[in-house]
């Protein structure tokens, strides 16, 4: 994930707050506090997962195959992420949008975590018990579960958001998020048969044939003319 550098921007937003100041969280100056007004920063993920008959399997049902579709780490330590770093009464929130261009019908599930969360390093079949079980993260901010312990269901060729409302908001987010270096999320698909997808990775590549996921992570917050000084 690529993020372009903030810094530049530093003395517009602090012109555009000095303008905006009536309108935003401003402080009385008599009391010796900082500028302070309320912004929301939404962060694009857009990552491509392909599926096909010889990935690796686990198979741990008589009636459902399970395909580990990777995992794939985000670099949160870029320097427009430094300001959300600094932010108080923080709140996130996240919205997903999948592609299944895999051929077959499937049940997704994802989690994001700490880039050293064990569950990361999971075989297919324990990684699949443990996001579908009511366990809990061993790192010190925990995980989220994006969608749920039941996963989505996607019919193939099909296009599906998640919520399909707008955005899902979790208490969990915001430490994971703001202190965290590098976070880790990982795929896994359950299929009923692996009979619709191409057969190696080279023929699923060339065709296309991928799970596409296009993620919108919203963070809010209080920040502050130290936090921009401070950079």
Known sequence: MKISSFKHAILPLAASAIIACAFLLCEDPSRDT???WKMALDIPINMSFAAYQEMEQGVTGSSYILLDLGAEDIDMSSDILKILKKLTDCEAGYHLRFVN???V????????MEYDE????LNTAAFYNFITSE???????GCVRLLGRTGIY????YVENYPPSGLRLDADFCDLILKTPVLTWRWLARVGSTSGLSETE??????ERNVNVQARIRVTGI??????LAL
């Not at 064990?118 to 390093?121: E, H, M, V, W």
């Not at 080279?202 to 065709?207: D, F, L, R, T, V």
């Open 135 to 141: 366990e809990e993260c061993a790192g010190d901010y």
């Open 154 to 157: 996607l019919p193939q060729n």
């Open 105 to 112: 019908g499937l049940t997704l599930y994802g989690l994001l």
């Open 223 to 228: 920040n502050s003319f130290d936090s921009l």
């Open 118 to 121: 064990p569950a990361a390093g």
């Open 202 to 207: 080279e023929e699923a590549k060339e065709a």
């Open 34 to 36: 900082t500028l302070k």
């Open 101 to 103: 261009n895999t051929g």
